[in-house]
């Protein structure tokens, strides 16, 4: 993979599951990798609600996570579908959807929301 952040694709608008684990995984102290995954913004609370759509291999939560179009209401359905999934202690949840927990914290959850995601496609 090339060093230069010009060389990465946008991230933020990435629909590839293995190209966004690899990134993360690879190149997980990389500004650019950071600043999508690890900083608050609209674009990765967006990136989270497609991961999260796409983990769910029942699609389930997609009518559910997919509706909201303001921010609260979008942070306030991403909250409650981790929540379903029990990966964070219930304090946690909202800082993560918003990205203003422990980067350390994101980074683990990311990846495993990424592998989930990346098993439920290759399923599927």
């Known amino acids: ?3 230069g952040s010009g060389d990465m694709p946008d991230l933020a ?5 293995s190209l966004l684990l690899d990134a993360l995984e690879l190149r997980g102290d990389d500004e650019d990798v950071r600043r999508v995954f690890l900083q608050p913004s609209r674009e990765r609370m967006e990136l ?3 991961v999260l759509i796409s ?4 699609k ?3 009518g559910y996570i997919s509706l909201p179009t303001e921010e609260n209401e ?3 359905c991403l909250v409650n579908v981790l929540m ?3 990966c964070l202690p219930d304090d946690k949840y909202e800082d993560f959807v918003r990205g203003t927990c422990d980067s ?3 980074l683990q959850l990311w990846i495993k929301l990424l592998k989930t995601a990346e098993w439920a496609q290759d399923k599927h």
């Open 104 to 106: 350390e914290e994101q």
């Open 48 to 50: 989270l609600r497609w």
């Open 1 to 3: 993979m090339a060093s």
């Open 84 to 86: 379903q999934l029990n």
């Open 13 to 17: 608008k990435c629909r590839n599951v």
């Open 60 to 62: 389930a939560s997609m």
């Open 55 to 58: 983990a769910d291999p029942s």
């Open 74 to 76: 979008l942070c306030q």
